[in-house]
């Protein structure tokens, strides 16, 4: 039996992820967690095999909670489910430990295999992400200037892209106006870039707004 926390800040989501995965005879839920600090806590009391974890947590975010899974629990595979595009996210993903990446929107059977096969020591990477990674190892590619981003930087500038001011930023991600505006200096500084126009403009160009 594999015994599967899900970890997502929204309600509706993880009622409808844990219905997925009580419908299998083989997987039951054995925890859930609104917020990254919440997995923790479930790890250090509850055995459990797989954790499904969102990125876009309020709070430390899914990125976060990972590097302190990778640490406290080397062994334990993480399926990142997420509402990015493979594209955006996957490989950022799995170079942290995950163990796949995943869609929300995928439907009910391929998130049960994506739980087996990683529960099993596997890699869950699916055809878009196995598309990318294999453009990346072809010769002759130059890493894009936005992989010098932190994760959470990457995340703040995806939000500022979308145009979402630095309020709703900070309400999304739980974090003070103070720090997402600490985050877009620091990203204005490592792109080479001076306002949000040209942060707008550069992720149209790098198709990061799909």
Do not use: W
């Not at 594999?2 to 054995?30: C, E, F, N, S, W």
């Not at 459990?48 to 629990?73: A, C, K, W, Y």
């Not at 294999?134 to 892209?161: F, N, Q, W």
Request: glycine share 8%; proline share 3%; charged share 25%.
């Amino acid at each position: 039996m594999i015994r599967a926390l899900v970890a997502d800040d929204h309600a509706i989501v993880r009622q409808g992820l844990k219905q997925i995965l009580m419908d299998t005879p083989d997987i039951v839920v054995a925890g859930e967690a609104a917020r990254g600090e919440e997995v923790l806590d479930q790890l250090a009391v509850n055995p459990i095999d797989v954790v499904l974890l969102d990125i876009t947590m309020p709070g430390r975010s899914g990125f976060e909670v990972l590097q302190d899974i990778r640490r406290r629990h080397k062994m334990l595979p993480v399926l990142i489910l997420s509402a990015h595009p493979e594209e955006l996210y996957g490989i950022r993903a799995l170079k942290a430990g995950a163990s796949g990446y995943l869609m929300k929107e995928r439907v009910p059977e391929e998130i049960v295999s994506a739980v087996r096969k990683v529960a099993t020591g596997g890699k869950y990477i699916n055809a878009s992400l196995a598309e990318t990674l294999v453009g990346r190892l072809d010769g002759g590619y130059d890493a894009p200037i936005h992989h010098s981003l932190s994760t959470r930087e990457y995340e703040v500038m995806c939000h500022i892209a979308q145009g979402f001011s630095m309020k709703e930023i900070a309400e999304k991600i739980g974090l003070s106006i103070k720090t997402i505006s600490t985050y877009r200096s620091r990203i204005l500084e490592k792109l080479k870039m001076k306002t949000n126009a040209q942060l707008v403009h550069y992720a149209i160009h790098e198709n990061l707004l799909s």
